[in-house]
T-cell receptor
Framework: RKEVEQDPGPFNVPEGATVAFNCTYS??????FFWYRQDCRKEPKLLMS???SGNEDGRFTAQLNRASQYISLLIRDSKLSDSATYLC?????????????FGAGTRLAVHP | NAGVTQTPKFRVLKTGQSMTLLCAQD?????MYWYRQDPGMGLRLIHY???????AKGEVPDGYNVSRLKKQNFLLGLESAAPSQTSVYFC?????????????FGQGTRLTVV
């Protein structure tokens, strides 16, 4: 089983739609969680961290369920510029060291 | 502010040739990482470093070596390139704090082994 698993998509949605991505992780001791965004042929960039209490940044909401080892990202009112691949990232903090493990990514295509 | 810089950006190697990819960061980060990205596979960790003079294996270390002689540089070496090492390579760096592991990435190196 992969350490971090995501639905690869693609998700094809119209502008203004709400779309949700899910991610599961296998290491129950994982300490911190993130969503990164990667545009085509570009480097990944941090979108937002994910906290146990859930957090929101504008149209983006991230949730963490430690009991189910599950992370989600909700995008409301999708824009054309949201088209990208969204990467779920987990830091298992093994041996006291940070180590970022990436999921394979979920591709989002927003169309007019 | 340059952030993370990778060189070269593109390279074509013949099977069996060697090369070194250079990663440099100017943010005084303790952690540095090398990933490879293949279609449908996401980013897979090759090696990482938790500080100057240290290195550790990631998920897919075979066929690669690394060195971190200076804090700002992290080198990835391919001693005898194979077609299976055709990929996009990303270097990243981050702070030491576990609650703030935002990783900053270089622009990537597209390597083709023929």
């Amino acid at each position: 089983r992969k350490e971090v698993e995501q639905d690869p998509g693609p998700f094809n949605v119209p502008e203004g739609a709400t779309v949700a991505f899910n991610c599961t992780y296998s290491n129950s001791a994982s300490q911190s969680f993130f969503w990164y965004r990667q545009d085509c042929r570009k480097e990944p960039k941090l979108l937002m961290s994910v906290y146990s209490s859930g957090n929101e940044d504008g149209r983006f909401t991230a949730q963490l369920n430690r009991a189910s080892q599950y992370i989600s990202l909700l995008i409301r009112d999708s824009k054309l510029s949201d088209s990208a691949t969204y990467l779920c990232v987990v830091n298992p903090l093994q041996g006291g060291y940070n180590k970022l493990i990436f999921g394979a990514g979920t591709r989002l295509a927003v169309h007019p | 502010n340059a952030g993370v810089t990778q060189t070269p950006k593109f390279r074509v190697l013949k099977t069996g040739q060697s090369m070194t990819l250079l990663c440099a960061q100017d943010m005084n980060h303790e952690y540095m990482y090398w990933y490879r990205q293949d279609p449908g596979m996401g980013l897979r960790l090759i090696h990482y470093s938790v500080g100057e003079g240290t290195t550790a294996k990631g998920e897919v270390p075979d066929g690669y070596n690394v060195s971190r002689l200076k804090k700002q540089n992290f080198l990835l070496g391919l001693e005898s390139a194979a077609p299976s090492q055709t990929s996009v390579y990303f270097c990243a760096s981050s702070e030491l704090r576990p609650d703030n592991t935002e990783a900053f990435f270089g622009q990537g190196t597209r390597l083709t082994v023929v």
